[in-house]
C-alpha cells in the first residue's frame, strides 16, 4: 500500500545525538532568565529522501533536535525560567507533522515517529513541571495539526490576531487520521475544552481564531502583529513570575556521548546493545568499580563525565537505536553488571544530595529514560545472575522489564538490592513507582520490599515477589534460551498490544490516556484503507484525487 | 484478506430480543436465592453459517442469550443473590470466542462483537456492584480464552482440580491477537495479578492449573471433581453472605419489546430509528403525555408496560440495531418529544421512588443503555429545537451526543429541564456524570446546570453551556444540514478514533481502559497481516499450514 522510503533500511541508521551548531530547523538563543526556540525547519533537511518540510512541517529529523534544545536548556542554562516557542516563518508558525513524509512511510516508522514525538512533548510538560521552566508558544502565524500540538505542550499559548492565523486540527477532515502527539487529549484532559466544542473544532480545516479561540480555550491570549512582540514578552515575564528564583547555577555542556555504532549493535562506555540472533539483542549496563562523585558538587564538576550521567544518556540512546534503528529486533536481554553496592552507594549520594540542581536534573533525565524503557515495544527480560548488580536506581530496569529471571543457586553469588530511590524517584507514566504497580494488589508487599533496604540474594528476592522465576545453575541458560526461543517465535504486533496492557495496571493519566487510548487508535486508523490505501485521503492529500472512503462505520 | 461470512448482508439482520425457551446456548435454572447459568452451547446453533461452536466457544448469538439471561435475573428474579455460571460439557468449561467465526468475519463485525461482549461481561460486574447478585465461575473444565475472561467478569472464580483443567489466555501465542474481552485489563487491573506472571500467563498455551493458578490469584479455589458440587455451593453461599436480605420482592417478567423492524428501520412504541439518506439516521424518542405510575408500586405493577422502561429498552435495542445491523450509517440525530414537564415528573418520581428494588433496577438499566449510546461508534448530534423535551434523564441523550444544536428563536418555544438525577444518576464509565465530564475544565459550571432544576428555555441552555451552538430559525435547517453533509463525508475510521478520544475527558476506570486501551490495541491487531492476513495466525489456526510473521516490531 503505502512506500516505504522513512525507512528504507539501504538508508543509514538514524543518528539522535546532534548539537545547537548542526541544527538545520531550530534556532535556539538566551537572553537571561528567557530562551527562544525558533522553528526555522530547512525544507530541503528531511531525514530521509523523498519529501520536502514545506511551511515549518517536520520529521523525525525536526524533532530530535528539539529534543537536544529542550535537554540542553535544562543542564546547560540552568537560569532560564521561561522558553518561548516561536516560528521563523510569515504567517505560519508549524504546520505540523509533514504530510509527504506519513505517505511515505511505512507502519513501524510512523508509529516510531509518533512516539518520538510524544515523548519530546511530554518532556516539555516534565521540564515545567519538575524544572520550573516554563514554556511559551508564542504562535506567530497559522498553528496547525501538529503545530497547535506543539503549542499544546506548552503551558501556555499566545495566538497572533490578524485575518488568517488560526490554531486547528485538520487531521480528521483532511487527512483521515487523528491528531495523534496528544492533541485530541490535551484539548479535552490538559485545557479541557468542552467535548462538543473539541468535536467541532477537531473537524473544522480552517481551524479557530481571534476572540473565540481565547473564549473556546483554545489559547491563552492574543495579540495583533504589531503588539505580538510585547504581549510575547509580557506573558515570558508573567510565567517567570510563577517560578522561583533560580539562584547562582552553572549550567553543564552537554557533551557528545561517546556511543559508537558497532558491528552488531552500539557501544559506549558503560553500555552496549549487541544482536544476539534470533531476533535477539543484549542491553547491558556496566557499573564503574568505584563510586566516584560523593557530594552535588563533585557531580556537577564532573559534568557529562559523572558516571551515572553518562550512562544513563548511553542507555536512552540503545533504546532509540532498538526503536528506530533495530525493527528486527524483538526480544531484549537486560543485565546489569557490577558492584551492587557502588549502585546503593550511588543511591545514597543522590538521595542525600538530590537538591543540588544537577543532581536534581540527572535523576529526572534518569526517571525519563526509565519511563522511554516502559514505553519500548520489545519485550524485556531482566537477568539476575552473577554479576549482576539491579540495585537501588538499577533495580528500576529489572521492575520495568517483562520479565525477571534470578539464578539461585548455592555455586553463585547473587545480589540485588534497594534503595529508597525505588521509593518514589522514579515514577512511571501512571505516577506509581515500579514497585506500587507491581504489588498492585499487595501493597504491602512493596513496602516490604523497600524496607529491605541494602543487599539481599536471590533467595530473598524471590521471597519478596521480585523475581518472576527463581532457577538454579542447572536449568539456567537451557531453559532462558527456551524461553527466548518461544517468546522471539510470537507475533511481534500482538506482543505489543499485550505488553502495552500488561505494563500499566493501576491509574491511567493524560501521560498513559496519550500512549494508551489516543496512540492504540491512531495506530489502528494508520492501518485502516481509508487512510492509508491507495485512495486513502493521507495518500490523497494535496494530490488532484479525492480519497475515496469505505463508509462502514467499526 | 478475510472473507466475510458473519457479516454477509445478504443475511437476515441480528435479533435481539430472545426468551429462555428459545435459549440454544444456555440453560437458565433458579433454586431460591441462587440462579445457575449453564453454558451449553449447541455446535449447529451458529449466527451465521459456516462455522460449528465446539467445545463451548461462544458467538454474538451465545452472547446476546447470556446478555438477556443477566437481565431476566435482575428483572425476573431479584431474589437471586448469587448466580453461578457452569458449563453443561465435559472436561471443558468454555473454549472462547470462535476461532473459525473470527476467521470469516469482517473487521466491523469482529469489532463490534467484541465490544457487545465486553458490554455483557461488565453488565455482570454491574449486577454484583448496585444489584448484590454475585456472581460465581464454577469453572469445572478448561477454561480458555474468552472462557477465562467471562471468569474473570465474575467475583469469584473455582477451577476444578484434575489434571487437565486449567485457566488460560493463548490468544497471542496460538492467533495472534489479544484476550480483548477485558482478558489482559482484568488480570492486571481487578484481580492485580503482579504483571511479570500475567506476561507469563498470557504467553502460556497451556494455562496454569491447580494450587499454582491460586497462588498466582488466578482463581480463588480450586476442588477435585468429587468435591466440585460442595465447594461450588459452599461459595455460593460465602457470596450471599456478602450481600443483604432481599426481602419479599416480586419479579417482573421481561416480556418481548415491541419493537418490529419496517421500510428504513426499526419502530416501537416510543423509539424510532429510520435512516434518512445520505448516511445519516433519526433516532426519536417520544414521550407519553402523562406521568403515569406515580409511586414504585404503580410502576412495579406495570412492568414492561411502565414507559419510561419500555422506551429505555426499545432506546437499547435501536442501538443495536444501529451498531450490528446498519453499518452503512455514520450520522445518527437525537430528538427527544413530547412534553418536557412529564420528563421531570418522571424524575421526581424516579428521585423519591429509587429504593423500591424495580425503580432501582430500571434506574441502573438506563444507566447502562446511556452507556450504550456513550460506546456507540457514530456520530451523535442532539437536535434541540419546537416540540423536543431535552429534560432530565432525556437531557442525558443531548448530553451523551458529540453536538448539541439549539433552536433559539422567538418564534418557536423550546424548552429543556434539568433535575437532581443529572446529578448521579447515570454515570459514565469514566465514573463521572455527564455535566461533569462535560464541564471538566469549570467543575463550577455544572453545578450552575443542576442549580437551574426545572425547565429552562433555548437561550438560557446556551447560557449554562449547554448548547453546541444556538441558531435562529432561519439558519436552522439548511445549516444543520450542511453540518450533517460534512460530517457524513468524514473518513468514518477517523471520526470513530476521534470520537472515542474526546468523549472520555477526565479519569479512566478499568471498563473505559477496557474500551480505550485494550479494545483499540486490539482492533489495531486485528488489521494486521500476522493476525488476520492469508499467513496469519487467525487464518492459519486449526490448519496444517504454519502462519508466517512478518517479525518487524513496530
Known amino acids: 500500500m503505502s512506500i516505504t522510503v522513512a525507512a528504507d533500511p539501504s538508508l543509514s541508521p538514524v543518528e539522535f545525538q546532534t548539537h545547537p551548531s548542526r541544527y538545520r530547523h531550530w534556532r535556539l538563543a538566551f537572553d537571561g532568565e528567557v530562551a527562544r526556540l525558533t522553528m526555522a525547519v530547512d525544507a530541503e533537511g528531511g531525514l530521509r529522501p523523498g519529501y520536502e518540510l514545506k511551511l515549518n512541517s517536520y520529521d523525525l529529523g525536526v524533532d530530535i533536535e528539539l529534543a537536544d534544545a529542550v535537554q540542553r536548556i535544562r543542564f546547560e542554562h540552568p537560569e532560564v525560567r521561561c522558553v518561548v516557542i516561536d516560528g521563523a516563518l510569515d504567517k505560519v508558525f508549524c504546520a505540523g507533522a509533514n504530510i509527504q513524509m506519513l505517505r511515505s512511510s511505512g507502519h513501524g516508522w510512523k508509529v516510531n ?115 505580538f512582540e510585547a504581549k510575547r514578552d509580557e506573558m515570558a515575564q508573567a510565567l517567570i513570575a510563577t517560578t522561583p528564583d533560580k539562584g547562582d547555577c552553572v549550567g553543564v555542556e552537554l557533551t557528545e556521548v561517546p556511543m559508537k555504532r558497532c558491528e552488531k549493535g552500539v557501544r559506549g562506555d558503560f553500555v552496549i546493545l549487541k544482536e544476539t540472533g534470533g531476533r535477539g539483542a543484549s542491553l547491558t549496563l556496566t557499573l564503574p568499580s568505584e563510586l566516584g562523585p560523593q557530594i552535588g558538587d563533585e557531580a556537577h564538576a564532573a559534568a557529562c563525565s559523572w558516571w551515572f550521567f553518562q550512562a544513563m544518556r548511553e542507555f536512552d540512546l540503545a533504546l532509540l537505536e532498538l526503536r528506530i534503528n533495530k525493527p528486527e529486533i524483538n526480544l531484549v536481554n537486560l543485565r546489569v553488571i557490577g558492584n551492587p553496592q557502588v549502585a546503593l552507594d550511588l543511591d545514597a549520594m543522590l538521595a542525600a544530595h538530590q537538591d543540588h540542581w544537577f543532581v536534581h536534573e540527572v535523576l529526572h533525565f534518569a526517571k525519563r529514560v526509565f519511563k522511554r524503557l516502559d514505553m519500548t515495544a520489545k519485550s524485556f527480560f531482566a537477568l539476575v545472575d552473577g554479576g549482576t548488580a539491579f540495585a537501588g536506581t538499577f533495580l528500576e530496569i529489572a521492575l520495568a522489564a517483562d520479565r525477571i529471571y534470578v539464578l539461585d543457586d548455592a555455586e553463585t553469588d547473587v545480589q540485588l538490592g534497594v534503595s529508597m530511590l525505588n521509593g518514589g524517584a522514579y515514577p512511571m507514566g501512571n505516577g506509581l513507582t515500579r514497585l506500587e504497580t507491581r504489588f498492585l494488589g499487595e501493597p504491602e508487599k512493596a513496602g516490604e520490599v523497600l524496607a529491605h533496604s541494602g543487599l539481599f540474594d536471590a533467595a530473598s528476592a524471590d521471597e519478596l515477589g521480585l523475581a518472576t522465576e527463581a532457577m538454579d545453575e542447572i536449568d539456567w541458560e537451557d531453559e532462558i534460551r527456551v524461553l527466548q526461543e518461544e517468546r522471539a517465535s510470537y507475533s511481534p504486533d500482538a506482543l505489543t498490544g499485550m505488553e502495552a496492557n500488561l505494563r500499566y495496571a493501576g491509574p491511567e493519566t493524560m501521560e498513559t490516556k496519550i500512549f494508551g487510548r489516543l496512540t492504540a487508535w491512531q495506530n489502528w486508523i494508520f492501518q485502516r484503507p481509508n487512510a492509508v490505501g491507495d485512495s486513502g485521503a493521507l495518500q490523497c492529500y494535496g494530490t488532484p484525487v479525492r480519497p475515496e472512503f469505505d463508509y462502514n462505520r467499526t
Chains 1, 2 share one sequence.
Open 113 to 227: 515517529f509518533c512516539k518520538y514525538t510524544n515523548e519530546t512533548r511530554l518532556y516539555l510538560e516534565d521540564m515545567s513541571e519538575v524544572s520550573d521552566i516554563k514554556t511559551l508558544a508564542a504562535c506567530n502565524g497559522a498553528t496547525a495539526g501538529g503545530g497547535y500540538e506543539l503549542a499544546l505542550a506548552c503551558d501556555e499559548i499566545l495566538l497572533v490576531d490578524d485575518s488568517n492565523s488560526s490554531v486547528s486540527l485538520p487531521e480528521v477532515p483532511l487527512l483521515a487520521v487523528l491528531p495523534g502527539t496528544g492533541g485530541l487529549t490535551r484539548v479535552v484532559d490538559k485545557r479541557m475544552v468542552r467535548r462538543d466544542r473539541a468535536d467541532v473544532f477537531s473537524t473544522l480545516v480552517e481551524g479557530i481564531k481571534g476572540k473565540k479561540a481565547i473564549e473556546w480555550d483554545l489559547v491563552d491570549d492574543i495579540a495583533p502583529l504589531s503588539q
